[in-house]
Structures are given as C-alpha cells and as structure tokens.
C-alpha cells in the first residue's frame, strides 16, 4: 500500500448540503462528509479498494476518512472533500491577505489507514476547542 | 385543516428560489412542492423533534442547562460590553431586519462586524473595488442571454435549480428554445453535474484560472498567434473554438463561484474575470456575476453599506469611524492572530466552515455565544446557544438574492416554542447594553471565560511557493 501527494479541492456537494440541513449533529451528515473523492486510477495506485479508510495529511493538520472513487470524476493528482468539518481539519487557514482561506488547492498525502476510526464531528471540534468531555452529547 | 401557502421564497442558497408551495397543518408543515432537495429538507427540519426551545447555557461538565432569554441576553450584553475586541460574525442566514439590528449592536459594542462573504466571495468585493462590476439581474439572464458560462461554479450542487429557473433550461422572452437556443459552457478542474449539463466543458488546470482568462483576453483583443498551444491544460484550438461561440453570441453571460476566490490568485482571479467581461463588450454584450452562496448574503453587503460604508469587515472597534481592511479587519485573520476577545457566531456556523486551526483560537480562548436555530459545531462549543426564529418558515423578512434583488420573505408557520426572531434578539441586547452601561458595567476587558487555555496546537504556515 502506498502513500499518494495529491492537490485537494474542497467545495460543496448536494448531498452535504442536504445532510446538513438535516443537522450537523446526524447520521446523514456523517456517512456523507466523511468521504475524499478521488480518481479511480489514484485509488488503485494506493493499492487499497475503493472505500477503504485513509489519512489525509496537510501543511496543518490531519483527518480519518473514507476514499472513494469521484461521484463527480476528478482526474489524477486531484482529490475533493466536501465542505464540511472534516475537510475543514486540513484546510490551511493562510488567506493571502483577503480573509478567505486556502480551501482549494492545497498539498495533501494520502495515506491508507484502515484500522483507523473515523471520528464524529462534535468530537473533532469540541477535542480541537479543549472542550471535549469523553462523550457526545448529541447522540447521532 | 390543511392550508396551501404560494409563494414561499426558500431559505437556502443564493437563487433564492420564490414560488415555493407549502402545506401546512396545525403549525406543522405537511409538505412543500418546487423546492430542491436541500430547501425541503430545511422545512421539515423545522417540524422535526428535537428542536432547540430555548436558550441554553454550558455547564463545566460540558453539558448544556436551559435558562431563559433574559439571562442569556445579559450574558451577551455583558460579554459585548467588557470585550475591548468582540467579533460579530455569520449572517448568511437571517434577513436584512437582523442584520440591521446587529449593526446597532456592533457599534454600540465596539465591535468587528463581519459575514460569511469574509470567507466565501470576500475576495469578489475587493475585484468589483478595484474593477467594476457590469452585471445584470438573474431576469435577464433568463430572459436574454443565449451563451452561459459557469466558471469555477457547480451550479448543480451548490444552487441546485439555478440552471433550471435562470442559466440553462428556461425559456425567456427573446430565448423562446430554452437550452436548445443556449450554449452553456462550464469551466472547472472536475467534471462536476454543472458540467455534464453543458455543451462544452473546459477542464481547466486547478489553480490556473488566471492563466485561461488571459488567454481568452488575448483573444479577445486580437492577439490570437501569441496565444501558447496549451493554456491550463486546454488546447488552443479549444479556447478558439469557445472564443468563437462568445463573439457570435447575442448576450453572454459568466456566472463565477468559488472556484476562482478559494484559490491561488484569490480577487485576481476575478479581477480578470471582470476584465475579461469587460473586453467582450467591445465585440458583443456581456454580464458577470457572482454565484453567492446563503439566500441573504448580499444582504449585510447593502444593509451594512448603507449603515457603515462597507460591506463587509467592517472594525468598529476605534469607535470614531468604521474601518475596513480585509487581511486584517476578516474574521479568519483575526482569529488566526487571537485578535479578538469575545465572539458571536450568528445565521453560520464557523465550528464547520472555518478551517479548525482558526476556529480552535476562538473556541478554546474566547466567550462565545452562538445564535442559530439549530444545534450546530459552534453551539457545541459555545459559552451560550440562543435559537431564534427561522426566515422564510417561522418568519418573514427582507431577503437579497445573488443578483441584489431584494425578496420578501414570509413566515408559514409561527415560531417553535415562541422564540425569538434575530431583530428582536438583538433589539433587546441593545436595550440591556444601553441599561448596563447606564449602571456602571464599562469595558475592561476582563471576564470570567476569557482565560486562554493551555496545549493549543499551534498553527503552522508555510511560506507560499
Ligand atoms: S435552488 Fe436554492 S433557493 Fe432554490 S429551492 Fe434549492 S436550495 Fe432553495
């Protein structure tokens, strides 16, 4: 199994859009947002299968998620997440004097994890904000 | 009895689509016919169980207590009044009513008031500063214009019937042959749906946008032998051939997204964009817009321009003049240097939508209170959750579409357990501000849960190639 560099693009997608409306706090937002969306061939490159858990590494941080193949194909060497907590983890807060972070285009390393546990998005949040108790308090 | 309510103006995204039909019964809503997937989703939302009644307050266990609106207005008075630095920031989802009154509240607070425009089509004002803005309403997109170009822009996702009710498929006054009359083309690094509904697909290099308007620029003006045989990854005779389909056009139209402010090249990217409107006008019509994302983010971009001058980043802390310097007055940034000393997060949830490694300086340093219907990622973290009233369900309001139309949004059902809306919310904050300061409280910048935390993760920024 290997480790890939590739260029992440993180933007919305309908089905985010929807899960969150739902709540940030549910299943759906979950099982949608917990995703990297790569090339067919990029997945294969990693030598793992399709939907197998990977970490993904920037300048500034690190998530556990998903990889799967492009519901809106992507070519080689590009990744998109959807907006959302998750790829907020990676996001390089850099914002060329303008306010606006560097949500896409930025290096990431790709790399198969697949023990690894995806964790839910109050955790991350309350975890980064030195909140975090030990447990959710918005069961999903 | 059921009643059917027309014209219902969907709380969602920036085409803030008007001719919804809901169904409602008892104060609940039965069923809601036009919307897109998201916008029914946020009206059953609001029927659902669950829902947040009332303020809330975080214990030190971490968990929440109900209190009531009179404690939780204190509390943000308070916390407003003795923060030397407050950020009041969000705003994409609440009216313009709201938006007025936080500004009220912002300069009696001293406070920096900024919108989610700071982290979504922010570097868009600073091109339409420098550039101009030659733009036309989502009107006569429909109505006239027969070559659409959707740059770095996935209409399909992001605005899911905008192609269908202004930039593809609709058939206007002088576009009687819907998309068959139209050439859409769309310019994006993925082959996103936007794409696949379009005639022609420029797959353009990520973060080579700047280098693809050049080239079309040179084009435009005549310079077609310099142009390099592959232009961000697009052949010559491609750029060419769309170039052509641009001249021939009687009306053309570019609607431009994130794609080109989130990357490298930021307002430059839409700088030339505009530039580039600018040349076809020379040859043919043309409009540019910006794809806005909240059905009411142009809303602070009027209401606050007319309040303070500005749109957006808008420091009012000096308490002579408004002042506005994006880098240095923008949310991200402040957060990032720990600039600020109190923080409101109103109408977004920065817990989600700010890179982790802003918002954790925030979460973990500041008081924070969070004002939103719903439980979201900066609720979860916040020193008190107030839930207002949601536009365009439980109430109704004046609403700017991306195009700065203004939209009359309206209630169809009454609010979950009475709660407040976000101008009465603020109205009454500025009552105990006014009411406090007259008993004394002053700015000292101290206060109980403004003591910084240990073992932050340090952000770590490297130098851009
Ligand atoms: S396209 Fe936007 S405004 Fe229209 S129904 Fe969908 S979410 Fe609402």
Redesign the interface.
């Not at chain 2, 402010?261 to 490298?264: L, R, V």
């Given at each position: 199994m290997n480790a890939l560099h590739l260029n992440m693009v993180t933007q919305r997608a309908v089905e985010e859009g929807e899960a969150m409306e739902a709540g940030k706090t549910t299943q759906k937002y979950f099982d949608v947002c917990t995703v990297i969306e790569m090339n067919a061939d990029d997945i294969k490159a990693m030598e793992i299968p399709p939907n197998a858990i990977v970490k993904v590494t920037s300048e500034c941080g690190e998530v556990i998620v998903k990889a799967i193949i492009a519901r809106q194909t992507c070519p080689r060497g590009l990744c998109h997440m959807r907006q959302s907590v998750w790829a907020n983890q990676v996001v390089p807060p850099r914002t060329q004097s303008t306010g606006e972070p560097q949500y896409s285009g930025f290096p990431v390393t790709v790399e198969p994890a697949l023990d690894a546990r995806i964790v839910p998005a109050v955790e991350l949040v309350q975890k980064a904000c030195n909140k975090w108790n030990g447990k959710l308090l918005w069961p999903m | 009895m059921s009643e059917v309510i027309k014209n219902v103006a969907c709380p969602?995204?920036g085409a803030c689509c008007d001719d919804l039909v809901v169904t409602v019964e008892n104060g609940k809503i039965l069923e809601v016919q036009n919307a897109?997937?998201?916008g029914t989703?946020?009206y059953h939302?609001a029927s659902r169980e669950g829902r947040v009644g009332s303020p809330r307050m975080?214990q030190p266990?971490?968990?929440?207590k109900d209190i009531t609106y009179d404690e939780a207005i204190d509390y943000t008075a308070r916390m407003l009044i003795k923060a030397k630095k407050p950020l009041i920031y969000g705003f994409g989802s609440t009216n313009c009513e709201g938006q007025a009154a936080a500004g009220r509240v912002a300069e009696e607070a001293g406070a920096v008031l900024d919108n989610c425009a700071?982290?979504?089509h922010?570097?868009s004002f600073?091109a339409i500063f420098d550039t101009g803005y030659p733009s036309c309403t989502l009107g006569e997109v429909k109505n006239r214009a027969d070559v659409v170009i959707y740059w770095g822009s996935?209409a399909?996702?992001?605005h899911?019937r905008h192609m269908s009710r202004y930039g593809v498929f609709p058939r206007g006054f002088f576009t009687n042959k819907g998309h068959r009359g139209r050439k859409v083309i769309t310019v994006d690094?993925?082959?996103?749906?936007t794409?696949r509904c379009s005639d022609i697909f420029l797959?353009v290099k990520?973060?080579h946008d700047y280098d693809l308007f050049d080239a079309f620029r040179m084009v435009m003006r005549g310079y077609v032998d310099d142009v390099p045989e592959i232009v961000a990854g697009i052949p010559k005779e491609k750029i060419l051939e769309v170039c052509d389909i641009i001249k021939m056009g009687r009306y053309v139209h570019i609607f431009f997204g994130?794609?080109l402010?989130?990357?490298?090249g930021?307002?430059h990217n839409v700088d030339i964009a505009i530039n580039l409107v600018r040349d076809i006008n020379e040859i043919t019509k043309c409009t540019i817009m910006a794809m806005r994302?909240h059905y009411n983010i142009a809303g602070p971009g009027v209401v606050w321009s007319w309040q303070f001058g500005f749109p957006y980043?808008i420091d009012l802390s000096k308490g002579s003049h408004a002042h506005m310097n994006?880098?240095e007055t923008?949310?991200?940034?402040l957060?990032?240097r720990g600039e600020v000393d109190a923080f409101i997060n109103i109408g977004t949830?920065a817990?989600?939508?700010?890179?982790?490694?802003?918002?954790?300086k925030l979460?973990?340093r500041v008081p924070m209170v969070t004002i939103d219907p719903?439980?979201?990622?900066a609720a979860?973290?916040s020193d008190v959750h107030i839930p207002v009233a949601i536009v365009g369900v439980e109430t109704g309001g004046i609403c700017y579409r991306m195009d700065n139309v203004p939209i009359q949004y309206r209630a169809v059902v009454p609010p979950y357990n009475g709660i407040l809306t976000d101008e009465e919310l603020f109205n009454r904050i500025l009552n105990r501000m006014l009411e406090l300061k007259t008993e004394g409280i002053e700015c000292d910048g101290k206060w109980e849960y403004a003591k910084p935390?240990p073992?932050?993760?340090p952000?770590?920024?490297?130098p851009?190639a």
């Open positions: - | 969602y995204c897109c997937v998201i989703e946020i939302h975080r266990d971490g968990t929440y700071s982290i979504c922010g570097s600073l996935n399909a996702h992001a899911p690094p993925r082959y996103t749906d794409a797959q990520q973060g994130m794609g402010c989130h990357s490298d930021r307002n994302g980043c994006p880098g923008s949310s991200v940034d957060a990032n949830d817990g989600a939508h700010f890179p982790i490694r802003s918002f954790e979460g973990s719903s439980v979201n990622m979860t973290v935390l073992s932050l993760i952000v770590k920024i490297e851009e």
